[in-house]
């Protein structure tokens, strides 16, 4: 008899082996958790989005810079269209992510959302939690929090929360949360 999953040899009559039944032990118990602990959100900051640009903006200063040097009024009024309207479309789509992005702590797990995509890592598949700030983000206390797990690669089953506010507030409720999850 094998299991109907993994396809392990089976040693006593069943369906499915040991370690199979508790990883869907683990999974039904993740699933069942669903007691809000916390929630982070993405902040957006116009202000901060601003600095964000400014390769953009010295490409657009410069072809301004040009179309005045050539004198033409049209080019010139086009480039700045141009520059103003890019600038509009990066904040409203940073605004979006923002609105639709959050991550909640449970009493076992952590789970990302953006839209209706989620990432989950439960608390004892975590390996660690960083957070990084850029030179603007320090001074709109803002920070991008990293979750990363202990199988698999950052990138497919890791997440991120980027511009988190208040972050050595934010910070230190997450470490308490771990940290007190840790302990038992
Ligand atoms: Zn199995």
């Known amino acids: 008899m094998r299991c109907k999953i993994c396809g392990a ?4 009559e069943g369906d499915i082996c040991k370690s199979c039944y508790e990883e869907y032990c683990k999974e039904e118990s993740l699933d069942k ?4 602990i916390f ?5 957006y900051l ?16 410069l072809l301004i810079m040009v179309a005045v040097a050539q004198k033409s ?17 990066a904040l409203v789509i940073s605004k979006k992510i923002a ?6 702590f449970y009493e076992k797990k952590v789970v990302h959302r953006y839209k ?27 920070g991008d929090i990293q979750f990363r797990p202990e199988v698999g690669t950052y990138l497919i089953t890791g997440f991120e929360i980027k511009n988190v506010p208040d972050i050595e507030n934010n910070w ?11 302990e038992d």
Not at 33 to 36: F, H, L, R
Not at 39 to 43: G, N, V
Not at 172 to 182: D, N, P, R, S, V
Request: hydrophobic fraction near 40%; charged fraction near 25%; proline fraction near 1%.
């Open 172 to 182: 230190a409720k997450i470490q308490e949360i771990l940290g007190a999850e840790k």
């Open 33 to 36: 958790d669903t007691n809000e």
């Open 99 to 104: 609105e639709n992005t959050t991550c909640t």
């Open 46 to 61: 116009p202000k901060y989005q601003l600095t964000r640009f400014f390769d953009f903006y010295i490409v657009m200063l």
């Open 116 to 142: 209706k995509k989620t990432k989950t890592i439960a608390y004892s598949d975590l390996k660690n939690v960083t957070y990084y700030q850029n030179f603007f983000q320090k001074i709109f206390k803002l």
């Open 9 to 12: 040899k089976l040693r006593k």
């Open 73 to 89: 009024i049209g080019l010139t009024l086009l480039f700045i269209l141009v520059a103003v309207v890019g600038v509009i479309i």
């Open 39 to 43: 929630k982070l959100y993405r902040q």
